[in-house]
Structures are given as structure tokens and as C-alpha cells.
């Protein structure tokens, strides 16, 4: 059943990719002036068609399912030189760290809408609520922070079982609307309300692990780090953390559940499952996740604020997911990198992102639904595509 | 209740608003049969197995399940006693593999913990594959081209391969009553018997299981079963042996209407 | 006594903007087993076309308020009567093979769309604008009670509204076509009837609807803002739900019985909690909508659902 016959030539395949994209990313990054980003992105889409005629996607795909060990550490390998490559610029790592933290609550958002096909328009609020309870626990508290962050998640988990009734229900639009009813009222209340900072938001205190704090930075001698290397290597380190979970909860009988819960609801009950615990765990985990993610990037950047966290960004968050590639996680940091950082680089942009990424996904639901990166069939183990 | 019955139904009544689908209905599943549920389109046969399985709750009556009443039920407790089932119109996920749709017929049996799924990944391996075994067999009896192609998306194969998954995968749970709403539609002659004789081989290996044919393919009817049921608006007007119900009255005017 | 007046008036209008948009959310899930999102964004548009005709009839010296009424509503309603058959035709129909998540999320970002383009596009967007006072601004005096004249107007604008589309879906051979749609559309087709031309239809008719009552809104509230149509639009769709989603009279209930909650709310919370910010009553209005929602997901009335097992 296991293949061993790994010729060296898919290994290469994947290491020559990892380095080709990294540099990619490393220019993208880098790049200052709009005509740079623009010739970037004709690039891209030119080396994406030409790899289609020649076949080069299928061979990476395949390259990609028979080694996923390599891959990722490739991917941890590519994400680490960045990072490197970057030590002094606090803005570009700042955007890296949104990127994995968003892309974290993402994976949340995919456990939830792709597997289980619960509809939740509330990501942003509940990333909102990791933030914030970061910041009452962080400043009010002795709870050590690495705690805060697991706390933060549990409390946004704990504050979406309100919402579990209706989301139960069989029709997703009872989902969607009660979970826009309650993204909306969250911002609307913090703002009202002196006690959590109403409009201006809450400071949230720097990231403390074992008494040291990140907010000092890593010295080394003769290196001029930002000190944002730390809460970049720290979010990188989550990320990867909820990738492994996700993942192997989707090649699991959990995942395997979910999918067949969302498929088909009446079949699956008649063998024996469980569709409101299923749903229900989609929900609350998914939620935990947007809420660790949350707590992280309030203290990141220090502050957290309820307009940053409204409807229009919770269907931001729901437009990575989709233009990723419903369902296939390894999709949501390039879709991240699309809507979050090219707004930043493409300065004109900017103003009209939300109006351009909702254009973006009514294109993409219309043409191709399944996204940049289609979701692929479930393989529990490598060594398993039987030739 | 006799011990021989494993299923009594006693005048179970489904009424959706105006119309009665099943009217006072009273049969019984003898214990290891193979009983034909026969009757023209309309009559009731597969809202008999949409109650029996939970999906509908019958407006009055009752079907006992080894003495205890099914009605009132879930379809996941009913599941658990023992009932698995195909669909006249195929269920299957289509963007799932081959593997997923059958692996999931034996879902009460695996093991869901969040720890064991995602922590434990060698004793969650070990399970795994123990299933891909079982599937693997499952499928070299009614499909041996598909065994190679075990994870690939439902959705690419042919209609009789996708009702030849849905069999397997009823059969993953090892039931007790196995209920099979016209598993030969669209096939022809030779894959119907085909088909038949893969769930008699199967059925062979299970101890006692009890099968429930919906079908309209009369000579499928006349070689596998041992007995008949005959429904016709909702009512069992006939019963017996395959040579007895064709030659009942009831049963020619049901399927032909009065003689002129 | 005319303070309760006033209150009873507020939820009147309320409950009148809100049924209007119930009815457009129910007739679309009616005929097409849709939701639309953005139909809350629609009446906004309408509420800004009838603006920017006010504002470009002044400008041509046309300064009749009859006559500006007039052109207003004619507009508003044209235009995003049409509009609503544009999204029928190149995003509702297209997505009506897949899975209807997929609409849900289309006409969600949609509604963004529509939300951010006027945002952005018309001049001064993001901040509200002054809706011009076409209606007489008189009193009628009824024992104890003071009426106002625009008011009793708007209301009996809307009921005429609600009630001619009830007319039209009940009466009419075009709606028992609809009905026929809404039913089984498989079946309307085999029929005879252009499927197309009345999912068309249905969706004008919603959204000029909607569009109606945007300039109504606009008139009662002399403003508008781009930011209107998210709150109405969930608002809408909890009431269309609370009656029963695909169903006319429940849609209208359910629209008066939200705006009920909402100005018992403003009445008493300041009662209840002194000095609170009137935004509050927003929360309130979602907090209604999320409790009724845990309470009875499925509407006072169920939905009509039919699965084939």
C-alpha cells in the first residue's frame, strides 16, 4: 500500500518551486511602486497560464500529495527566510503577521462554512472578541499571556454557542442572517458602551512570554531587528500549529463526517450521525480559532478598536476563504496575501477593496466557483493514490 | 409477537395533509427473510421505509423492531439497532471518494474523539486502514474495477457503480435489515442479477440478515425472494409466495386495472 | 398624548418600511427558493434615485413638489425596478443550479457592492444626505389628536403599495403565473408560462417595492444614508422569516410586529436605564432579531419546504 518508489526528480520539482515562490513573495513584499506590483502580477498570471498548457500545475499537484512532509517544510522554510529577509522593516512583517493571523481565523472559517457548510458572517466579530478579551485580560490580569491567547479563544467559542440554535437549523440562511445580526450587533455595542474603550477601542499590552517581553525586540549584536521578528515568528508558529490541526481533522473520520453532514443531511442520518454535534463542533472550533487568532494580532498591533472588526471585514475574511478555494486550506495564505497586502501595495486600491473583493467573489461564484486552489478529494495518508 | 418476526408492523397510518400514503398498513419481516415489497408506483412502499427508518413519523400505528416501537425514534437510534438502507434516488456525496461514501455506512463503529482523530494519528491509522481493508473487500464482490479506484470522487462514475457503492455502503455497518428501495434501476438484466447475487454472497456471511426488496423487476422478485407483500394505496392487499401474488385478482387489477 | 402618538406614528412608518421589504425578501424566496441580501442595498438605491431626480428636477427648474414627487417615485421605482431584473437575469439565475449557499454569499457581496459603489461614487456618499420635503406639512386636526398631513400620506402610500401587490399577486393572471413559479416552477414551464420573464418580473416588482419605500423612508426621515440598507435589509429578512418565509400576509406581520418591538424599545429602555445613547436601540433591534431567531428559527409560521426523500 505505501509507494517508495519516490523518484528524486518530484523532490526537486518541489524544492525549485518553494525557492521560485518565496523569491516571488520576497519581491511582491518588497516592492515599491505600484508600476513594480503591476509587472509582478502580470507575471504571475502569465507563469500560471503557461504552467497549465505544459501541465507543470498537475505535476506540482501531484509532486505536492506525495510528499506533504516536504512541502510544509518548505512552506516553514520559505515563510522563516522571509521573515528574515525582512528583520528591519516593521511594516512588511506587521502585514505578515496579519496575513497568518487572518489566515488563522480563516482556517477557522473553512472548519466551519467548507466542512461543515455552517454559514457564519460573524468571523470578524469573533476575531473582535479574541482581541478584546486579549486586552481586558492582558491589562487586568496576572494570567500569563501564552494563557490569555487560549482564553481569548475559548471565550469567543463560549460567546458563538448563543448563536447555536439557529444555526442549527437545516437552511443556511437562518445561519447567515442570525450570525450578521450578531456581527453587527457586537461592533454597534462596543461602540455604544464606555466600558470596553466605545469607539476610540482599548490598548492591548505587548506580548509577555516567561517574562520577557516581546515589545523590547530580539537584540543581536550588530543586527537591527524590528521588534516585530518575534510576534512574526510567534503568529507563524500558530499558524502552523491550526494548519496541522485542520488539516489532520480533515483527513480524519471528523472531517469525514462533517463533509458527509453537509453533503447530504438526510442520507448521513440515517447512518447514525449526529448533524446538530457536528455542526455544532464546526461552529465552536472554528470560532476558537478566530478568537486565538484575534487575541494574537491585538497584541501585535497593540490596539483594538471596533471598526476594525465590522460586517464589511467579516465578509472580507469569507472572500479569502472563498478565493482561496473553499475547503482547501493550503489556498488561504495566497488569497490572504491577494486581499490584504495588495491593497497596501497598490496604494489606489485601497479605497475600494471591500467594493473590489465582494466584486471579486460574485465573479468567482459566477465562473469558477471552486476558487484559485479547487478543493482536492480527501486523502487520509500519503502513499494512498492508488496506481 | 413472534419471536420469528422481525419486524411487526400494526396499522400504520401516514397522512401528509390530505393525502394517506399509508392506511392502517399490517405485515410483518420474518427474522432472516427475503421479503419482495411490491406494489405499482404510488402505493407506498418507499414511504413504508422512509417511517421504518425514522424519516417520516407515521401519523398513527406502529412498527416494532424486535418488540420495541420504531416510531417516534431518530433516524440515528434506528440506525443503531441494526436498519441500513439504499435510496430510490441515489444518495451518495459525489464530491467525496468512493472510500468516504461507503466508509461512512459503518459510522456508529469508528471512533469520533476529537484527541484520538487529531492526536493519536498512528492508532488513528491503524483504523483507517483496517476500513480500507474492509471496503476493499466489499468492493472486489460487487465491483472489482473500483477497488483501484478507491479514492477517487463518486461523481465520475457510472449510475450502477454509484447504486453498487450505496449497497456497500449499507452493508458496512453489518445490519440486520437491510433495506433496498429499487437498487436495479436503470441496470439491465444481467447487472440486476448480478447485483443480486453479490448481496446473496454478502448475506451469506452475515448471520441472519433480513432483506427488504423494493422492486419492479418481477423475475429479480421470483428468483430472490422467499416471500411477497403487495401494497396498493397504502394497504397490503396480497401476500405470499411469488406464485401466489401474481396469480391474486388484487394484485393483476392493481397492476393492470379491471378486466373490461 | 401626542408623545404616544408619536410613538404609535414612528412604529407605524417603521412597521411599514419594514413589511415592504419583508414582502420583496418573501416573494423572491417564494419564486425562487432565494435568498436575496441585498435587498435591503435596493432600497437604498431607490432612496438615492429618487434624490439625485429631486435634485436634477430642481435644477431643470421644476420646483412643483406634486411634480417632484411625482418624478421622484416614478424614478426611483424605474430604475431600480430595472435594476433588480439586471440581477435577476445575470447573477440570480445563473446561481439557481448550485448549491444555494453560493447565492446566499453572491447577493451578500452584491449588496456591498451596491453598498460601496454609492459610498464611493456619488458625490459626498459617505455622509448622509438631506431628503427634500415634497409633502404638505400641514395638520389635521382630529378631536385631542394632531395628525400630521405627510405622515398620513406616507402611510396610506404604503398600504396602497402593499395592498396593490397583493392585488396584483392575487387577482391577476400575472400573479397566479408567479404563484404558479413560486409553487413548482418545473411545472409552470410545462404550462406555458415564460418562466424567465416572471422570475424577471417578480424581482422588479420586489425591488421597485423596496425602491418605494426607500423614498419613503427618505421623506419621513427628511435623510438618507448609504448605510441604510444593511439594518433594513436584516430587519426585513427577520420579519419576512417571522411570518414564514413565502408568505405574503406573514411578511407584512412580521414587519409590524419587529418595528412594534423596536419603538417599545426606544419607549421604554430609556425608562429602564436612564441616559442611554440612542444607538442603543439598534442593539436592540439585533438582539430582538438574534433571541426570535434562538427562539423560533423557523418563523411563528414554518416555512414551505418540500424535500423529495
Known sequence: MRQTNKSPRGSLALIAAAVVLTLYVWMFLHAESQAAVGVLIAAAAIAVAVSRKLGATRTMEAAVAERPGLARALSLLGALALIAAFHDSHFVLLMLCAVLLFSTACLGLTVQFGYSGVANFAGAAFFGIGSYAAAVMAAHTQIPHPLVILFSGLIAAIIGSVLITPVLRTRGHYAALVTIAFGILFKTFIEVNDVLGGPQGLQVPGMKIFGVALNDGIAIPGVEMSFYVAYALLSLAVFALVYALVSALERSWIGLSMDVVRTDETAASTFGLHIARWKVIAFTTGNFFAGIAGSLYGMVSGFVAPNNFTFADSLLMLSIVILGGLGNIAGLIPAALIVLVLPEKLQFIQEYRFLLFAALVIIILLFRPQGLLPRKTRIFFRGETSK | MSPMNLIEVENLTMRFGGLTALDALNMSVRQGEILGLLGPNGSGKTTFFNVLTGLYRASSGSIRLDGADVIGKTPQEIYRSGVARTFQRSRLSLSLTVFDNIVIGDYQHMQHGLLFNLLRRKAFRAEYEQYVEKVRDLLKIFSPPLVSRLFEPVETFTMIDRRRIEVCRALMSQPRLLLLDEPSAGMTHDETDELMQDILQVRDRMNKLSVVLIEHEMNVIERVTERCVVLNYGRKIAEGSYAEITADANVQTAYLGEAV | ?309
Request: proline letters at 4%.
Open chain 3, 1 to 309: 398624548m401626542s408623545e404616544i402618538g408619536q410613538y404609535i406614528f414612528n412604529g407605524l412608518m417603521l412597521g411599514m418600511i419594514y413589511a415592504m421589504v419583508a414582502v420583496g425578501f418573501t416573494l423572491f424566496f417564494g419564486v425562487l427558493d432565494v435568498i436575496k441580501f441585498s435587498h435591503g442595498d435596493t432600497l437604498m438605491v431607490g432612496a438615492f434615485a429618487g434624490l439625485t431626480a429631486s435634485i436634477a428636477m430642481t435644477a431643470a427648474g421644476i420646483t412643483s413638489p406634486l411634480l417632484q414627487l411625482l418624478g421622484v417615485v416614478l424614478f426611483a421605482v424605474g430604475l431600480t425596478g430595472a435594476l433588480g431584473a439586471v440581477i435577476a437575469k445575470f447573477l440570480i439565475l445563473p446561481l439557481h443550479k448550485a448549491p444555494p449557499l453560493n447565492t446566499l454569499l453572491a447577493t451578500l457581496m452584491l449588496g456591498t457592492v451596491i453598498r460601496e459603489a454609492v459610498r464611493l461614487f456619488y458625490p459626498d456618499g459617505s455622509n448622509p444626505k438631506p431628503f427634500p420635503a415634497l409633502l404638505p406639512t400641514s395638520s389635521l386636526e382630529l378631536g385631542s389628536l394632531s395628525l400630521r398631513v405627510d405622515n398620513l400620506i406616507l402611510l396610506a402610500g404604503g398600504l396602497a403599495a402593499i395592498a396593490g401587490v397583493h392585488f396584483l399577486i392575487t387577482r391577476t393572471k400575472l400573479g397566479m403565473a408567479i404563484r404558479a413559479v413560486a409553487q413548482d416552477g418545473e411545472t409552470a414551464r410545462l404550462m406555458g408560462i415564460n418562466f424567465e420573464a416572471v422570475v424577471l418580473f417578480t424581482f422588479a416588482l420586489g425591488s421597485g417595492l423596496a425602491a418605494l419605500a426607500g423614498v419613503m423612508n427618505g421623506l419621513y426621515y427628511n435623510e438618507v444614508n448609504f448605510n441604510v440598507g444593511l439594518l433594513l435589509g436584516v430587519i426585513g429578512f427577520a420579519a419576512a422569516i417571522l411570518g414564514g418565509l413565502g408568505n405574503m400576509y406573514g411578511a407584512i406581520i412580521g414587519g409590524f410586529l419587529f418595528a412594534t418591538l423596536q419603538v417599545l424599545g426606544s419607549a421604554l429602555l430609556p425608562a429602564l436605564i436612564p441616559d442611554i445613547p440612542s444607538a442603543y436601540k439598534d442593539v436592540f433591534a439585533f438582539a430582538a432579531v438574534i433571541i426570535f431567531m434562538a427562539w423560533k428559527p423557523t418563523g411563528l409560521i414554518a416555512e414551505k419546504s418540500s424535500e423529495r426523500v
